[in-house]
């Protein structure tokens, strides 16, 4: 070994030889020789071998390495001195015999100088032996790390003697070693970083180090050379290591022993030497020693074997085996704790959750401990291991916190700390189960946790180093998680309760034998080293510690259950508290839940751990902080009412772990009871002078109370003073008297005292004497503490109290006053005078019997007629007072009334005495009255009493009727109040009066029938006021008078003025008034208000101007107004002047092209004033001219209309010209006169579409164009009509295309256009017409026809395809073969965008009844694509086959829109049964009893029972299956057949045939007196024998178990019992199946309620750092509002006025298809976009394809006119050249300008890929600059650098290419809106993308919060549910049926049998077999299952 430095033995220095085996088929014995090659060539070297080994010229051979590496040329000059070749016919022969290659394994010198590190494995005084076996485990999996398969590492303990001594066997499947390699791991210390990497070395040496890969499980653990050596040699004395390299045909084994290294020592031979033997796999013929016996058989496993290593370990110290053995359990769970990763995956053993593939370990390590026979070999799975550490951690965690730390280079560590929280009564930390438990303090601290400390003073950390533990290092903590100094957020014992791994690299050294770190944790706490936390596998660098308390502070307050306080009530501030900090704020809670119960307000508990123990009622709970509503806590504090309340009265705070949770109810209540026997109960009341007042009594007014003498009594009886409590000074007790008036107004306490006990009297109270008011009282005699304070409670409960109501009467009569005292009355009229006697005290009393009283008055006379009494009221009745009195004045007489034999006998009053009631009527004056007509007469009337007094009523008034003429008026006055009045005050005013007229004026008062009705005379003479008003016209020189008579009709011309108006005025007499300037003020005339008096008094009124139009009549009047008006009136018509001119008048002054104006022209000669006059005739009309501009005087007519003496002009039109205004010109005589003629476009004659577009226009089927057609509607003239009456509608000339727009038809606008947008083109392919047509009045206008080319669409799905395999079987419960569905495209290809959650699969049972499923089919999701599926097609596998047989359908929909879906034609299916697995009932037999009794009833077991062969999801499965059933008679404690019972004729068995899977037993019955045990249980088999049945199908037979009795009594009592047992079995099954299916539901609804509630705050961390304010979204309402708004912003964002390119892309979405470059990309500035898009203009309209078929296609469809380019004929490679002014990262010069690529500046919205492919080869190495002077110097300066300058384009427009041209319209971009739109578009802002995910996000997160909100409310109906007094009561019902069964079973054990010796030993039997014989209950489920 070259390495090693050390020389063969053998040879000297300066020769080289080799060692040659023959191991040719023909050698019998592998010979060795020795050859010399020194100064040998090949060839020489070849020629030496055949000369040796005698071989001929023509025979072929072979020389190879150990290794099977042959000696060729090349390697043969590579050849080691010493070493062994192998003579062979072929490379892969087979070895014959065994070889032997010597090796030498001297120490390596790192054993020198890594000698420090080097640490023993008991260092830290535990058991190595476990980690002994680790460095070989750690070997073993680095020899694995490379199998595709299961990496298994079997070891064997082999402490069988008999096959050899004990031994150790390490044997995995890894990739082997070869010979060189074996040799390596003999070398001491020859690490994997320094072996040879030559030719003749190993195939693995060379060390690389492995990429990095999560928790660093890269199984590079082998590492140093020294582990295994040291390991071996720890456990044994002896090893062989036995391998066998993948693709060799060879094993290699070598051994090394103490023993050997002994003897080499002793023979002075080279110690580190040795031997490997090359052998084939299973060659065990040189094992010869009698101890190793166990390796024939391991050598004989490795022909199986591809590859293997085998380290065989012997000579074991004796107490290793005995620590093997004995600990077996605790050593491999210490290599499970070492092994965890490497054997459960990088998530660890999480027993808790399903583990997926990517996370299951392929790695099996198994060990097995084989002992001495017969002790059976023990076995066990790494992987079954559940109780190391690691697994306790993951297990009892609720969450977990991912860090990483860095240190610079590739050190690499990665962390994980998890919190296992407090559950109710305990931390669940996990403690070491084999540790110590360290005995418990008697801590009476307010926690009650039983396990305090949680972690305690353990470490966190447990490290981890390639994978694998590092047993004894580990990290206590770090700064940033280590247990905070000053009260924080989180409770101190939250950092208790987490516990942590850190997985590191092999960048951090460990010790030699891997069991402690270098120095990791100095490394970790270094300032450089930074953690980040690693969140969803992302790094974060963020606040470590932070963070981590923020994540602790959430474990804490979400998984912590300790205590759960329930019913918030408040907060509260305690003054109970010392610490001021602590106290407040403490929230109030009605109730606790601990440990399983339920404390609450009101209950009573007991104290544990407190002196004296306390016992009291609940009052509140309280937990520090700021809490709302139910909240779980670690612990807190209750606030107790000390019991009983009566000795203590007081409110203690004590915490909840001092709640004694042992004591019951009845105990504490007992306790309370005890206590109140002490305390005051009653008080006893006597009457020393035996003037007792009973309870209730009545007494009158001044009557004493008292003496009293009082005593208290305890429920003894007995007499007490004190208080008698404990730890209490003891306090005196005082009687409290009070006496107490209940007053109206309140009670009034009268007296008060309080007693002193006496010795001799007790308490002592005097008499009362103030007992005077009237009511009722009550006495109070209260039992008071001598506290100071009196106290009349204890604890809240009041002392012993004693009550006696009384009632305090009046007494006798010795006053009396005036109950009510009269303030007013009437002369004459009676009243009462009510009087009120009192007693002494002034109290209202009773009357004197024989009361005559005397009253007297000196103004009045007083007299009365009798007096009445009732009760206290005394009244004088009938009083009356007379004499005279004014009624205006209020006058006070005073009344004296005087009762004799009183002690105050007189008292007087005063009162106001008014006028009595109405007598008379007197009316004034009473002689005759003359009045003129309409002037008033006033009477006075007054009405007076009996005595003349002016007096008042109500409802008095006096009625005054006139008589003597007809209508004459009633007056009447109101003397309600006043007594008088006045009547006729108002003016008489009668009918024309000529003469005087005599009237009579009749008064009366209409109520008072009994006052005489008064008469007086009345004379009316004839008014003198103006009564008519008279006008006359007169001039001033003429005596004529023209009277102008009341609305008389006056002629006049129109515009002048009539005057020389006068008027007159006459009274009622008809005399003539004389005009006066008073009179002439109230003259009125409705013409004018500038009216002169002066000319009024002179009788002359203001003249009157006629109005100017000659038409209508108008009302003129004079009136004259004063008290009463009188008037006059006339009426002017007025009539036309002279003629003045023309008037025109047009019937419409609109007038269209080429049409005649619409009605007729008027022309009429008219005055000034526009009056129409009679100057036209019928001859005048020839004088009449009509012109204008453009006027058509052909068509013109004039005619005279003499109806209405105007003439008619018609036929005007305009046949030329443009729209506009036209002026008539008309002349008549000397008249002249023009009007304005509008003209309008003429009538519409045809439709015009603006901007055509190119036809034909290519368009997909179902799909629209974006661009719009606008349609002018024009006449004849090309002039544009407005007419909106058109209306433009779309008509189809192809019977195959249909349209769709939003509006089919629409009318024109006001300009004349329309506008319309197609929707949607359906037709078949190929090319189509479409025309805009106009109509109007049923008339149609031509419009433009547009050409259309429909081509289909390749997204729009029309049918599904299904493809299957349908010759495959359909078993029940299987699997259904894989579905194909393709949504086919109009196409006929897939659609390629169809959604698979679109797409589902409907199962339903039943034959085909229509085109669409029933409502409860099943609904199935198609599966996840495969890598080499094909793409657009959708896969439906793994679908299971329904369980039930029977016909059944499949059809598939795909949902197109919301109403809209795609349905595949059905299938039908047929499920046949499965393999038939049983024998199973039609119907559940009952358990038969039957005796070997005489008759055949007793003896029959089965009337009739049909059996059928079902699968195993019960179908019948038997059809084609024959044969028998044959019964037999089993035991279910393994009798002997002798004693079994036996059937008719002594049969043991019977035969049944079965046909078709069926068989019918009928009258199965047992023999007489049948052989058997007297109540004893068997078994029926029903055995099917089946008919060429194969025999690997096996039919479970069926077992119906019986009773059997000896006589029939026995078989009654039995025969009833076990059939309410079989009842009472069914019941049971039938509860339990309810509760288990309550159970699943409830875990199934608390996993769905913590996944939403996950899955919710997983998105509330997202939204907020998408940026919204999560505290907001408390409602769904709020979330999709958000939502709304969002899309607004989203929608006003995309309507923001943008660059668009316009031009229409139809092929767009074609399959292989990536649309129009113009399409393609978008560019940000405009304009580089202006430019770019004019420099690719003429590629701009071009469809970029991926394939050259789809180019063709499109090609093909539209002629050749449309520009293809596939991808598939575009040359392209990468292109990252910088820009040609860079050269080796350095600028050639200072460009200006900002040169770019074009290609940089481009945005490819999809196909990225593909697009940056196609513009690579249309822009090349374009470059993009500011301005043309700065293009011009880049370009100088790059041409200048030799280097070729591609073609530059400007930001203004211009271009120079890449031949140096520039300038000219060619390189000029023109300005942008002359491109037409043929513009790349730019791209939508960035905030587009972050409103859409945050929509998304939004979306995801309302559908979450409603989930959440549903499944919790589902669970909480749940739980409601389950707490129902129905599931109550069926937990009840099970239970009772569950106690019934088992007494009944009780009793069929124990049914009394006849006492025979055969009987007692067969009992004897059956006793001893029950422990091994399953209940018949669990016997009867197994059935039951088995037969479901």
Request: glycine fraction near 6%; charge should be neutral; proline fraction near 6%.
């Amino acid at each position: 070994m070259a390495d090693s430095g050390v020389s063969r033995a053998e040879s000297s220095p300066d020769s080289l030889s080799v060692y040659i085996y023959d191991c040719r088929p023909d050698s019998k014995v592998a010979s060795e020789k020795v050859i010399e090659i020194s100064g040998k060539n090949y060839d020489e070297f070849l020629q030496a071998v055949r000369q040796e080994f005698t071989i001929s010229r023509n025979e072929a051979f072979v020389l190879t390495t150990t290794d099977r590496r042959e000696i060729v040329k090349d390697v043969y000059g590579e050849l080691a001195n010493g070493k062994t070749l192998h003579l062979l016919q072929t490379v892969d022969q087979e070895l014959a015999t065994a070889t032997q290659e010597r090796i030498n394994y001297l120490p390596h010198y790192h054993t020198i100088v890594q000698s420090g590190q080097y640490e023993y494995y008991a260092s830290e005084g535990q058991k190595a032996l476990p980690y002994a076996f680790a460095e070989l485990i750690d070997n073993a999996l680095s020899a694995t790390s490379h199998n595709h398969g299961v990496r298994s590492i079997d070891i064997r303990l082999l402490f069988d003697e008999s096959q050899g001594g004990p031994a150790v066997v390490v044997i995995d499947n890894g990739r082997g070693m070869t010979s060189k390699e074996l040799n390596n791991w003999a070398v001491y210390r020859l690490s994997k970083f320094n072996r040879d990497d030559s030719t003749f070395q190993s195939d693995h040496s060379g060390y690389v180090r492995p990429s990095p890969v999560p928790r660093s499980l890269n199984s590079d653990i082998s590492y140093f050379g020294v582990g295994g050596k040291q390991a071996v040699f720890y456990i044994g004395q002896s090893v062989r290591i036995m391998s066998k390299p993948v693709g060799s045909p060879d094993a290699h084994e070598f051994v090394m022993s103490k023993e050997d290294f002994e003897q080499k020592e002793k023979n002075k031979e080279e110690i580190y030497s040795g031997i490997i033997r090359n052998r084939k796999p299973g060659d065990c013929s040189h094992v010869r020693v009698d101890e190793e016996r166990f390796l024939h058989s391991l050598i004989l496993e490795e022909q199986s074997k591809e590859s293997f290593t085998a380290i065989v370990i012997s000579r074991i110290q004796p107490e290793h085996v005995t620590y093997l053995k004995q600990d077996f359990t605790l050593w491999t769970r210490e290599l499970a704790h070492i092994y965890h990763y490497y054997v459960h995956g990088i998530h660890g053993n999480d027993m808790r959750n399903s583990r997926s593939a990517e996370s299951t370990s392929n790695i099996d390590i198994q060990i097995c401990l084989i002992d001495r026979s017969p002790r059976l070999p023990r076995l066990l799975n790494l992987r079954e291991i559940d109780n190391d550490m690691q697994t306790l951690y993951i297990n009892s965690s609720v969450a977990e916190f991912e860090f990483k730390a860095s240190k610079g280079g590739d050190a690499r560590v990665e962390g994980l700390i998890r919190y296992h929280p407090f559950l109710y009564d305990r931390e669940t930390y996990p403690e070491d189960p084999y540790a110590l438990t360290p005995v418990a303090e008697n801590d009476d601290d307010e926690c009650f946790v039983l396990h305090a400390e949680g972690r305690g003073k353990r470490p966190i950390f447990e490290c981890f180093w390639n994978g694998r533990l590092i047993p004894y290092s580990s990290v206590d903590e770090f700064e940033w998680c280590a247990r905070p100094k000053k009260v924080c957020t989180v409770p101190l014992e939250c950092y208790n309760r987490i516990s942590g791994a850190l997985f590191t690299n092999d960048y951090f050294q460990v010790s030699t034998n891997k069991l402690t770190f270098m120095d990791l944790e100095l490394q970790l706490r270094d300032k450089e080293t930074i953690f980040t936390r690693v969140l969803n596998g992302q790094e974060q660098r963020v606040k470590i510690n932070r963070e981590f308390t923020a994540w602790l502070k959430e474990c804490h307050e979400r998984y912590d259950k300790q205590v759960k306080f329930i019913g918030f009530q408040g907060t509260m501030t305690r003054t109970d508290v010392s610490t001021k900090r602590l106290q407040s704020p403490w929230a109030r809670f009605k109730a606790i839940h601990w440990d399983g119960k339920v404390y609450k307000t009101g209950q009573q508990v007991k104290s544990v751990k407190t002196q004296p123990i306390l016992f009291g009622t609940i009052v509140q709970f309280l937990l520090y902080g700021d809490h709302e509503g139910d909240e779980y806590a670690t612990g807190g504090h209750v606030q107790i009412a000390l019991e009983p309340k009566e000795l203590y009265n007081e409110i203690k705070t004590i915490p909840i772990s001092k709640i004694d949770r042992l004591a019951t109810a009845a105990a504490i209540r007992k306790s309370i009871d005890d206590e109140l026997a002490k305390l005051p109960d009653q008080l006893r009341i006597t009457w020393p002078e035996g003037n007792s007042w009973p309870d209730k009594a009545i007494r009158p007014a001044g009557t004493p109370l008292g003496p009293i003498q009082v005593e208290i009594l305890n429920k003894k009886g007995e007499t007490m003073s004190r208080l008698p409590v404990a730890n209490v000074n003891a306090k005196k007790l005082l009687i409290e008297l009070k006496v107490i008036w209940h007053s109206p107004k309140g009670d009034v306490p009268t007296s008060s005292h309080i007693g002193v006990h006496s010795s001799k009297w007790e308490y002592w109270f005097k008499v009362m004497e103030n007992l005077n008011k009237l009511g009722k009282y009550t006495l109070q005699l209260q039992t008071i503490l001598s506290d100071g304070e009196s106290a009349s409670e204890w604890a809240g409960k009041r002392l012993p109290h004693y009550t006696l109501h009384f009632t305090i009467k009046e007494s006798s009569a010795a006053a009396f006053v005036f109950s009510v005292v009269p303030s007013s009355v009437r002369v004459g009229v009676p009243f009462s005078l009510p009087l009120e006697f009192r007693d002494e005290f002034g109290h209202p009393t009773q009357p004197p019997s024989d009361i005559k009283p005397q009253l007297e008055c000196s103004s009045l006379q007083l007299s009365y007629e009798q007096t009445a009494s009732s009760g206290t009221a005394f009244t004088i009745q009938d009083l009356r007072a007379r004499g005279k009195v004014k009624n205006h004045q209020e006058k006070m007489h005073t009344v004296k009334v005087m009762i004799p034999g009183l002690r105050q006998d007189c008292q007087s009053f005063q009162m106001i005495v008014r006028p009595g009631p109405p007598h008379q009527l007197v009316v004034s004056p009473e002689d005759e009255v003359s009045i003129e007509n309409g002037s008033p007469a006033p009477f006075k009337v007054e009405v007076q009493d009996e005595f003349q007094n002016i007096t008042a009523h109500p409802k008095l008034i006096v009625r005054c009727q006139l008589l003597g003429a007809p209508d004459l008026p009633v007056d009447a006055v109101d003397c309600s109040n006043t007594g008088t009045g006045l009547l006729l005050a108002k003016p008489i005013q009668l009918k024309t009066v000529n003469t005087e007229q005599v009237l009579t004026a009749k008064f009366g008062i209409p109520n008072q029938k009994g006052i005489t009705c008064v008469e007086r005379t009345l004379r009316v003479l004839p008014s003198t006021r103006v009564f008519r008003v008279e006008v006359y016209r007169q001039d001033e020189d003429s005596d004529d008078v023209m009277v102008i008579q009341n609305l008389e009709r006056i002629d006049w011309t129109a515009g002048d003025t009539l005057g020389s108006l006068h008027f007159r005025l006459y009274d009622e007499g008809g005399r003539l008034v004389p005009l006066t300037q008073k009179l002439a003020h109230n003259v009125k005339v409705n013409w004018t208000a500038d009216v002169k008096t002066a000319e009024l008094a002179k009788g002359i009124l203001p003249s009157i101007c006629v109005p100017t139009k000659a038409q209508g009549e108008h009302f003129y009047q004079v009136a004259f107004r004063d008290q009463h008006t009188v008037d006059t009136s006339f009426i002017i018509v007025p009539r036309p002047d002279e003629p003045e001119r023309l008037r025109i008048t047009l019937s419409e002054t609109t007038v269209r092209m080429g049409e005649t104006l619409p009605g007729n022209i008027y022309i009429e000669v008219v005055d000034q004033y526009g009056n129409k006059t009679d100057a036209l005739s019928a001859e005048s009309v020839k004088a009449v001219s009509v012109s204008a501009d453009d006027l058509d005087v052909s068509a013109l007519s004039v005619e005279w209309q003499a109806s209405t003496g105007t003439v008619l002009v018609g036929g005007v039109r305009f046949a030329s010209g443009f729209p506009g205004p036209r002026e008539l010109c008309f002349k008549y005589q000397g008249f002249e006169e023009f009007s304005r003629v509008k003209v309008t476009a003429g009538p519409p004659a045809k439709i015009d579409l603006l901007d055509a577009p190119e036809m034909p226009l290519h368009v997909l089927n179902g799909r629209g164009l974006d661009t719009p057609f606008l349609l002018q509607l024009c006449d004849e003239w090309e002039n544009p009509v407005p007419d909106q009456r058109v209306v433009i509608a779309i008509k189809t000339l192809s019977p195959q295309l249909k349209v769709k727009s939003s509006v089919m038809s629409q009318p024109v606008d006001s300009e004349g256009r329309a506008c319309f947008t197609l929707e949607m083109v359906t037709a078949t392919k190929g090319e189509h017409e479409l025309e805009f047509r106009g109509s109007f009045s049923r008339n149609s206008i031509p419009g433009p026809v547009v050409k259309l080319n429909v081509m289909p669409d390749p997204n729009n799905p029309i049918r599904l395809n299904v493809e299957y395999n349908n010759d495959t079987i359909l078993t029940a419960g299987d699997t259904f073969p894989v579905f194909q569905v393709t949504v086919v495209s109009e196409e006929g290809g897939p659609v390629r965008n169809a959604s698979p959650a679109s797409l589902s699969m409907l199962l339903w049972q039943g034959s085909a009844s229509g085109t669409r499923p029933p409502q409860g089919a099943t609904t199935l999701k198609c599966s996840k694509p495969k890598e080499k599926e094909k793409d657009g097609h959708f896969y439906f596998r793994d679908k299971e086959i329904p369980e039930q047989v029977g016909k059944y359908l499949v059809q598939f929909v795909f949902v197109l829109e919301k109403n809209k879906c795609l349905w595949s034609s059905q299938i039908a299916l047929n499920v046949v049964p499965n393999k038939p697995v049983k024998l199973v009932p039609e119907c559940p037999p009952s358990t038969p009893v039957v005796s070997n009794s005489g008759p055949l009833a007793s003896r029959l077991l089965l009337d009739r029972l049909c059996l059928k062969i079902v699968d195993k999801y019960s179908n019948p499965a038997g059809m084609g299956i024959n044969g028998q059933v044959i019964v037999t008679v089993i035991s279910v404690v393994g009798d002997k057949a002798k004693d079994l019972p036996m059937f008719e004729n002594k049969t043991k068995s019977l035969p049944y045939s079965l046909t078709n899977g069926e068989a019918t037993i009928t009258d199965l019955a047992l023999m007489e007196n049948s052989p058997g045990f007297d109540g004893a249980e068997y078994t029926l088999q029903f055995r099917p024998v089946i008919e060429g049945l194969g025999p690997t199908t096996t039919i479970a037979p069926f077992n119906l178990p019986f009773r059997f009795c000896n006589d029939a009594e026995n078989q009654k009592i039995m025969a009833a019992m076990s059939k309410k047992k079989d009842q009472i079995s069914q019941t049971i099954e039938i509860y339990r199946g309810i509760l288990e299916t309550n159970k699943q539901l409830t875990t199934e609804l608390k996993s769905q309620v913590h996944d939403a509630a996950s899955k919710e705050t997983q998105l509330k961390s997202e939204l907020s750092k998408s940026g919204i304010d999560v505290s907001k979204l408390t409602k769904v309402s709020v979330i999709e509002d958000l939502i709304s708004q969002k899309t607004a912003d989203l929608d006003r964002i995309q309507n923001e006025p943008r660059r668009k390119c316009t031009m229409p892309d139809p092929f767009k979405g074609s399959p292989d298809v990536l649309g129009k470059i113009a399409h393609l990309a978008q560019v940000e500035d405009d304009d580089a976009a202006k430019v770019i898009s004019w420099h690719l203009l003429g590629d701009m309209d071009c469809v970029v394809t991926v394939t050259t078929a789809a180019a063709k296609k499109i090609y093909d469809d539209t002629q050749g006119r449309q520009q293809v380019m596939p991808l598939e004929t575009v040359f392209w490679r990468p292109n990252n050249k910088p820009l040609p002014h860079i050269r080796n990262g350095g600028s050639l010069f200072r460009p200006l300008g900002n040169p770019v690529f074009v290609r940089d500046l481009l945005i490819f919205p999809e196909h990225a890929e593909n697009c940056n492919m196609v513009f690579s080869s249309l822009v090349g190495d374009t470059i993009l600059v500011d301005d043309l002077d700065s293009a011009n110097h880049y370009r100088r300066g790059v041409v200048q650098c030799k280097v070729q300058c591609p073609t530059l384009l400007t930001r203004q427009g211009e271009r120079i290419r890449s031949n140096g041209k520039f300038g000219g319209l060619q390189n000029k971009a023109p300005p942008i809106e002359k491109l037409r739109g043929q513009v790349f578009g730019a791209p939508l802002p960035k905030e587009y993308d972050t409103i859409c995910k945050q929509i998304e996000l939004l979306q995801q997160y309302s559908v979450a919060v409603q989930k959440a909100s549903a499944v919790k409310s589902d669970y909480e109906s749940h739980m409601q549910y389950l707490q129902s007094p129905q599931m109550k009561e069926k937990q009840q019902e099970l239970q009772e049926q569950e106690r019934e069964l088992r007494d009944i079973e009780k009793q069929l054990a124990s049914t009394p049998v006849r006492t025979s010796p055969v009987s007692a030993m067969k009992r004897n039997l059956l006793d001893e077999a029950d422990d091994s014989t399953p209940t018949k209950r669990i016997r009867r489920k197994t059935r039951k299952l088995m037969d479901s």
